[in-house]
């Protein structure tokens, strides 16, 4: 019985170096360098501005709340420091993703236009406010907008520029409807 055992155990052995097991299978290769997406130069400038405009106009229509009395402008007035606030949001999120600093201070026309809306109260404050709402960008910017989202070179840029251009149009629309009802 041992010398059958001993056979038996010697041609299983040969039999398994015969047949080896198949090789793992090889993992497959990673793909190339993954292409970092870059911002254009001219994309830095509009982020910069829109950023910068989200600020000023969040913060106009912050003095709203406590300086006007119709309640429709307060309504639409913390409406509108909501969607600046989520603009605003948007474009430090692009600046955080590229490395840029934003400043976040206005320019000396904004602080000066804050000043004095600062001081109104009342129906003199509603329509300085109004006024500003509905006069927040000019023909040239809203031409950089349509542009930039058209030819801006990441989907975020392109998306924020159409975020803007609509929440701009809004202003205009919605601001002179309370203006001249």
Do not use: W
Not at 122 to 129: N, Q
Request: proline content about 6%; hydrophobic content about 40%.
């Amino acid at each position: 019985m041992r010398r059958y055992s001993i056979t038996c155990i010697a041609f299983l052995a040969m039999g398994g170096c015969m047949f080896p097991p198949n090789p793992p299978r090889v993992p497959p290769l990673p793909k190339g360098p993954t292409a970092s997406l870059k911002l254009a130069a001219a994309d830095v400038g509009i982020v910069q501005s829109i950023d910068s405009k989200a600020v000023y106009m969040k913060a106009i229509a912050s003095l709203a709340a406590t300086h006007s009395e119709d309640a429709l402008i307060k309504g639409f007035a913390s409406q509108l420091a909501q969607d600046y606030d989520k603009t605003h949001v948007a474009a430090q999120k692009i600046a955080t993703n590229f490395n840029l600093t934003l400043a976040d201070t206005s320019s000396p026309v904004e602080k000066a236009r804050l000043a004095t809306l600062g001081k109104l109260y009342g129906r003199p404050f509603d329509k300085a406010f109004l006024y500003d709402i509905t006069h927040a960008s000019t023909a040239k910017e809203r031409a950089t907008l349509v542009a930039v989202q058209k030819n801006g070179s990441i989907a975020d840029v392109k998306s924020l520029a159409t975020a803007v251009a609509t929440l701009l149009e809004q202003c205009r629309t919605q601001g002179n409807g309370l203006y001249h009802r």
